[in-house]
């Protein structure tokens, strides 16, 4: 296996075990990023350049989506604490 597809899925899953294990938003986007750079770097090595060429442009448009939820899923969880549905 060539260096570049080690560097890619060590990327990858850096990027997932990030996203799972890390508990501030900002860090999971973070991670993200850096499991996109992974995924494309994989799509490039093995010379799918079309599709890298597509993913590279979706990529930020997933990084907003990323962002629009977690902002939804942190203003829903501070109205369920102020109306006392949920204890933290």
């Known amino acids: 296996m060539e260096i ?5 899925i060590a990327l990858m899953v850096i990027g997932a075990f ?5 508990k501030k938003p900002l860090d ?3 991670m ?3 499991l ?4 494309v770097l994989v799509i490039v090595a093995f010379k ?3 599709v890298a060429m597509f993913a590279a442009l979706t990529d930020p448009l997933s990084t907003l989506v990323f962002i629009l939820a977690i902002v939804k899923i942190n203003e ?3 109205n369920k604490v102020k109306s ?5």
Do not use: T
């Open 76 to 78: 829903i969880r501070k």
């Open 18 to 22: 990030g996203i799972i294990f890390l």
């Open 32 to 34: 993200f990023s850096i």
């Open 4 to 8: 570049v597809s080690i560097i890619a």
């Open 48 to 50: 799918y350049l079309d």
């Open 36 to 39: 996109d750079a992974g995924f």
């Open 84 to 88: 006392g549905e949920l204890d933290d």
């Open 28 to 30: 999971k986007v973070i």
